[in-house]
């Protein structure tokens, strides 16, 4: 059955530093999205992109994220200048055309920053 | 605004007994309903949906969930429940639109004891 796969499972990072989260959406899926979840509470909604641009994005993806597809099948979650309350479990998911506004989600990268 | 209410933070049951988690969320014209289950340290995995058709669904390991449109509910519920079952259960609800996000509630803890 295919999935959604993140890498690294956990990455840990010092303040200021530049990270890229990775995700490999299930293939001929269409749209991608990324979701943070900040230990003990809910997941939240970052952003969503379809057909190579950003569709929507929440109040949290600032100027410090940004997200990338590369080369049609990752799908990337950069976050410039990490601050401490960036440490969250990142959440990647891919939806297809079929799928009917189901989302498949990845493992999540557990991202910590000092 | 769009929300999605889940009043219990915590529901402490025993074994073998059952349990229900609620879920609300606020009116739309059309919406599409998820319950997904987070075991600790691990990522989102879905439990069941409500896309269309029966009110009454039913997921994986012996859950269901009624959809109640007058209510704006989306309750889940388990006849007996095992201490497998512990874990943070998150509903989720899709309002449509462009981009299908989801919108997560706060999470319930399910903490069976035996």
């Known amino acids: 059955e295919p999935e959604v796969t993140q890498t690294p499972s956990h990455q840990v990072t010092q303040m200021g530093q530049e990270v890229i989260l990775r995700c490999v959406p299930i293939?001929?899926?269409?749209?991608f999205y990324w979701y943070r979840q900040i230990l003990g509470q809910k997941v939240e909604f970052l952003v969503s992109?379809?057909?190579?641009?950003?569709?929507?994005k929440s109040e949290i993806f600032d100027d410090q994220f940004s997200v990338e597809r590369p080369d049609g099948s990752n799908f990337t979650l950069k976050i410039r200048s990490t601050k401490l309350e960036d440490s969250a479990m990142y959440f990647c998911?891919?939806?297809?055309?079929?799928?009917?506004?189901?989302?498949?989600f990845g493992p999540g990268t557990r991202l910590t920053v000092l | 605004a769009q929300s999605v209410t889940q009043l219990d933070s915590q529901v402490p049951v025993f074994e073998e007994a059952p349990v229900e988690l609620r879920c609300n969320y606020s009116?739309?014209?059309?919406?599409?309903l998820f319950w997904y289950v987070q075991y600790p340290n691990q990522g989102l995995q879905l439990l069941l949906k409500y896309l269309s058709g029966s009110t009454l669904v039913k997921g994986i390991n012996g859950f269901e969930a009624e959809f109640n449109k007058s209510q704006t509910s989306f309750h889940l519920r388990k006849p007996s429940v095992h201490i497998s079952d512990t874990a943070e259960y998150f509903c989720a609800v899709n309002y449509g639109g462009a981009t299908n996000k989801l919108i997560f509630g706060t999470g319930t803890l399910l903490a069976v004891q035996p």
């Open positions: 992109f379809y057909n190579n641009e950003i569709s929507e």
């Open positions: 009116s739309s014209v059309s919406v599409y």
């Open positions: 998911a891919s939806v297809g055309r079929s799928s009917y506004n189901e989302q498949f």
């Open positions: 293939s001929n899926h269409l749209y």
